[in-house]
């Protein structure tokens, strides 16, 4: 007799749908493989180039220089506790890991603003563009994380690229939105004196859109960032490495101390990164210069 386990597996072996798939999936292996090996070299490239760049300057340097940062975007209070927090990741010894996690995140981001951003503006410009892209993008929001890891560890492997790839279609999707929807706010009053004007379409879009919908663009470009980082966990199961790989090692062993570690810098790396693209997408940000913002800042700790 089939015991409850057989009569299990017997009801989810692979359908119609899932034999097509692996079918595509084999062709795309077969005759797309030069494809694969391109994208695969690039990608690889920029992100050691990315981890090779942060990895030059020692981290009582590198440190500071985000403190600084983080106190001409921000404020001299923010820098000090980023101060203080990256000294924490350099005293629990997860420099080289939080390096690795950071050059993934930027890599990841950085493909998927050179991707999204373009698509956002063809999708405000073209409808038709808008109604093809608009499920798409539905679609990769509500599709679990672990499902995009499938195709990128059979199309590239494991390791970085694999892991880069999967964040970047994790995170793409906000900067296409906020980018679509900041070109469709900018009020019809400004393109029509625009066009007024004598403005052509791309004069229109470089000096009239763009500028307009800057503010809810860089908010993409937050979101794009933080869904990134969200995903470092995720991709150190097939080989991102890193402060995810951490934290994986944390749970296989179940050391909560090694897992508390690393998660807490991941909030860390999260919590700065966070602070300072929302900084950038600010747009009544302070232009009081670094000696103002010192003296307010020592004003605010010396009044009684």
């Avoid at 119609?16 to 797309?32: I, Q």
């Avoid at 300072?276 to 000696?291: G, H, V």
């Amino acid at each position: 007799m089939m015991d409850v386990n057989d009569q299990v597996f017997a009801t989810v072996s692979t359908g119609p749908v899932g034999e097509g798939m692996s079918r595509f999936v084999d062709w795309l292996l077969n005759h797309a493989q030069p494809i694969f090996l391109v994208i695969d070299s690039a990608i690889n490239g920029l992100a050691g180039a990315i981890e090779q760049i942060l990895s030059v300057p020692a981290p009582w340097l590198l440190a500071p220089l985000i403190a600084i940062l983080a106190a001409w975007r921000v404020s001299f209070s923010f820098a000090i506790l980023s101060l203080l927090g990256l000294n924490l990741v350099l005293f629990m010894g997860l420099w080289p890991p939080m390096i690795s996690t950071l050059a993934l995140v930027i890599a990841a981001s950085l493909l998927a603003l050179i991707i999204g951003i373009p698509i956002g503006i063809f999708s405000a410009r073209r409808q038709h563009i808008w109604a093809i892209t608009r499920p798409v993008l539905d679609l990769m929001q509500t599709m679990p994380a672990f499902v995009y890891l499938i195709p990128a560890v059979m199309f590239f492997g494991t390791g970085l690229v694999p892991s880069t790839i999967a964040t970047l279609i994790f995170s793409m999707p906000p900067v296409v939105r906020l980018t679509y929807l900041g070109i469709r706010q900018v009020p019809v009053d400004l393109i029509e004196a625009g066009r007024a004007f004598g403005c052509s379409e791309r004069q229109l879009l470089w000096k009239v859109q763009l500028p307009n919908a800057l503010p809810t663009l860089m908010a993409g470009v937050n979101q794009t960032i933080m869904l990134a980082l969200s995903m470092v966990v995720i991709a150190s199961m097939i080989g991102g490495g890193g402060l995810g790989d951490v934290v994986l090692r944390g749970i296989q062993q179940l050391d909560v101390g090694l897992g508390f570690e690393g998660g807490l810098a991941v909030v860390i790396l999260a919590v700065i990164l966070d602070r300072l693209t929302q900084s950038l997408a600010a747009s009544n940000f302070s232009r009081k210069s670094l000696p103002q913002r010192f003296k307010a800042f020592i004003n605010l700790w010396t009044s009684s």
